[in-house]
Structure formats: structure tokens, C-alpha cells
């Protein structure tokens, strides 16, 4: 199943073989710089800097780590 049919499933009210989810692809899915610490603490990645996409917003870009590991679960 492909992200396209997942989404499409998940719209419909009908459960994907997994959760689709939108992991800082623009501005308006991105996280905050605290939330997105805790997920890397979580997740057992290094507690980096992070890049900020928005200074205002406080949202970061996603770094290649976390993308990796979040496409293996």
C-alpha cells in the first residue's frame, strides 16, 4: 500500500495498514522545536540543534535520522 491509498483509506473512515501522517512536509505539518526534542529523546536519537524552518512559529526542518527511522516503523 502505497502513502496515496493509505491517506485516501484513512479519509474514507477505513483503517490502512498503518497511520498516514505528514512529517514536516511544509510549514503548516511541521513541529515545534520542543515537541520535536521530546520525539528524538523518544525515539533514542542525539539531542541536536535544531534547524528552524519559522522563528516565529518555533518549527523545525526534520532532520534525515528521524525520517529514516519513522519510514522503518
Known amino acids: 500500500m ?3 491509498e493509505r491517506v ?3 479519509l474514507n473512515h477505513k ?3 498503518r497511520i498516514p501522517f505528514d512529517l514536516g512536509g511544509t510549514v503548516l505539518t511541521s513541529m515545534h522545536h520542543t515537541l520535536y526534542r521530546k520525539l528524538r ?3 533514542g536519537l542525539p539531542d541536536i540543534q535544531p534547524r528552524m524552518m519559522d522563528l516565529i512559529q518555533q518549527i523545525v526542518f526534520i532532520d534525515d ?4 527511522l519513522w519510514k522503518r516503523m
Do not use: I
Not at 65 to 68: A, C, H, N, Q, S
Open 2 to 4: 502505497n502513502s496515496r
Open 8 to 10: 485516501k483509506l484513512a
Open 15 to 17: 483503517e490502512p495498514d
Open 41 to 43: 529523546a523518544k525515539l
Open 65 to 68: 535520522d528521524l525520517e529514516k
